[in-house]
T-cell receptor
């Protein structure tokens, strides 16, 4: 099975850089995804790592290290609108996009 | 449609009643998923439909839960004899390609069982 752990809360100031970690125990997977969810809203896709290393998409970057069973989402130039919950998710082998989600991290951006 | 559409957006029901939740995926998306999200928690997989293959029902929590999908279109999640622990937001998602890690979610149906 899969188990993904994230910090429950992270607080940072506007303009700063923040890293949200995701550690996992899984028997094998295709890739690691990240989703953002504002209160009461739908989760929206941010990034996907199929290979080890860094993927950059604008202000957001995501990193995966399979050897360390670890990934992270990096948010740069934080804005107030980035206050939301962030979830990592693994895509199991042979399971299509049947994702297993992490516990979620609530990011609070302060002035 | 432009996005995944779910209805109703909110449903309040009494314990023991049956409820049906509807999901209309993005046109052309072959895969459809149902997830449950309890307040302040992560997303819990329920069921997955891929084309005409048999659905993956491995996440359904009990036999009170069932889901159907007609071809590659609308899906209905049915909860029979609802219990208070069924109170949650039920999220539907669809995807075009099976192995991209990218799901498109609807806004969800918030179910409250009194």
């Amino acid at each position: 099975g899969q188990s993904l752990e994230q910090p429950s809360e992270v607080t940072a100031v506007e303009g700063a850089i923040v890293q949200i970690n995701c550690t996992y125990q899984t028997s094998g997977f295709y890739g690691l995804s990240w989703y953002q969810q504002h209160d009461g809203g739908a989760p929206t896709f941010l990034s996907y790592n199929a290979l080890d290393g860094l993927e950059e998409t604008g202000r957001f970057s995501s990193f995966l290290s399979r050897s360390d069973s670890y990934g992270y989402l990096l948010l740069q130039e934080l804005q107030m609108k980035d206050s939301a919950s962030y979830f990592c998710a693994v895509q199991p082998r042979g399971g299509g996009n049947k994702l297993t989600f992490g516990t979620g991290t609530q990011l609070k951006v302060e002035l | 449609g432009a996005g995944v559409s779910q209805s109703p957006s909110n449903k309040v029901t009494e314990k023991g009643k049956d409820v049906e939740l509807r999901c209309d995926p993005i046109s052309g998306h072959t895969a459809l998923y149902w997830y449950r999200q309890r307040l302040g928690q992560g997303l819990e997989f329920l069921i997955y439909f891929q084309g005409n293959s048999a659905p993956d029902k491995s996440g359904l929590p009990s036999d009170r839960f069932s889901a159907e999908r007609t071809g590659e279109s609308v899906s209905t999640l049915t909860i029979q004899r609802t219990q208070q622990e069924d109170s949650a937001v039920y999220l539907c998602a669809s995807s075009l390609a099976p192995d991209t890690g990218e799901l498109f979610f609807g806004e969800g149906s918030r179910l409250t069982v009194l």
